[in-house]
């Protein structure tokens, strides 16, 4: 008779831990804990961890993509015109194979600024990204997850593409909004 209560106890113990495991093993592959473990890299100040985050060739390549959009108006773009057309193609192409190349050459040189102007984060900026991680908003749909950071303060959004290693389920960032990041720039410049 006081098997029973015994059985039953270890049963529901073991029972609590394949469960908090299994939430345990899910949350460390997921592109939220990716993101509050780059955050957890700034505060420390530790931005080789931070960096390997990142795919810093990718989301240069899909930047430069968006901002040739941007600067180059439809209308401008020659119709009918297959020379014109193709050159523009062509171009294009150039530059997004040209700008992560360039990164890969003068990749020192760019983290140390990136790094300076990291070290400029008060306690309150690392904060509030803190939170906008927790709040953050996840649609995952296989190896690519879409995450939009929310900042209550500055009412700003940060649209984010993540995109999982297979080798070893990393999520690492792979494309920025260049809306955003162009918001952000005029923000803190203007």
């Given at each position: 008779m006081r098997r029973s209560p015994l059985i039953f106890l270890a049963t529901a113990l073991l029972l609590g831990i394949v469960v908090a495991g299994t939430f345990y093993y899910l949350h460390r592959n997921s592109p939220r804990f990716a993101l509050h473990e780059m955050v957890t890299a700034l505060i420390e100040r530790n931005y080789n961890k931070f960096y390997s985050h990142l795919d810093m060739p990718s989301i240069l390549s899909s930047l430069m993509e968006d901002s040739g959009r941007d600067l180059i108006p439809p209308d401008l773009l020659p119709k009918g015109d297959f020379l014109g057309e193709f050159g523009v193609k062509m171009s294009s192409k150039f530059a997004q194979q040209l700008v992560p190349q360039l990164y890969g050459a003068f990749e020192k040189e760019a983290h140390s600024v990136i790094n300076k102007y990291l070290d400029?984060?008060?306690?309150?900026?690392?904060?509030?990204?803190?939170?906008?991680?927790?709040?953050?908003?996840?649609?995952?749909?296989?190896?690519e997850a879409q995450v939009t950071l929310h900042f209550p303060r500055t009412e700003a959004r940060l649209h984010l593409t993540m995109g999982r290693i297979p080798q070893d389920s990393t999520w690492r960032v792979i494309s920025v909004s260049y809306k955003d990041i162009k918001e952000l720039v005029k923000k803190k410049l203007f």
């Amino acid at each position: 008779m006081r098997r029973s209560p015994l059985i039953f106890l270890a049963t529901a113990l073991l029972l609590g831990i394949v469960v908090a495991g299994t939430f345990y093993y899910l949350h460390r592959n997921s592109p939220r804990f990716a993101l509050h473990e780059m955050v957890t890299a700034l505060i420390e100040r530790n931005y080789n961890k931070f960096y390997s985050h990142l795919d810093m060739p990718s989301i240069l390549s899909s930047l430069m993509e968006d901002s040739g959009r941007d600067l180059i108006p439809p209308d401008l773009l020659p119709k009918g015109d297959f020379l014109g057309e193709f050159g523009v193609k062509m171009s294009s192409k150039f530059a997004q194979q040209l700008v992560p190349q360039l990164y890969g050459a003068f990749e020192k040189e760019a983290h140390s600024v990136i790094n300076k102007y990291l070290d400029t984060l008060t306690t309150q900026d690392l904060l509030a990204l803190e939170g906008a991680v927790a709040l953050a908003h996840i649609n995952q749909s296989g190896d690519e997850a879409q995450v939009t950071l929310h900042f209550p303060r500055t009412e700003a959004r940060l649209h984010l593409t993540m995109g999982r290693i297979p080798q070893d389920s990393t999520w690492r960032v792979i494309s920025v909004s260049y809306k955003d990041i162009k918001e952000l720039v005029k923000k803190k410049l203007f």
